[in-house]
């Protein structure tokens, strides 16, 4: 079994990242940016890796982080009532 090439692993990690980034559906992403705005003080748990998640989410959705789409995105109401 041979060894993917450096292109080929840069394809697939392209590929992986489109695939994330058309799963990440507006509607549930807004969601869940009010859900983490809202929870603070934060109620428990990793903090750090779960606003890591977001950012990553968010990056791949076309915004700079998570405050910076929450603040860009439409509301729920808005993107349910675009449908």
Do not use: F
Not at 16 to 41: N, V
Not at 44 to 72: F, I, N, P, S
């Amino acid at each position: 079994m041979r060894e993917a090439s450096r292109e080929e692993l840069v394809e697939r990690l392209a590929e992986a990242e489109a695939a994330l980034k058309a799963a990440i559906e507006a509607t549930p992403l807004r969601a869940i940016l009010d859900w983490y705005m809202c929870s603070d003080p934060w109620p428990g748990g990793d903090q750090k890796e779960v606003t890591e998640w977001l950012d990553h989410a968010c990056r791949m959705a076309g915004y700079r982080d998570w405050v910076y789409a929450y603040h860009k995105m439409p509301s729920v109401e808005q993107l349910l009532k675009d449908k």
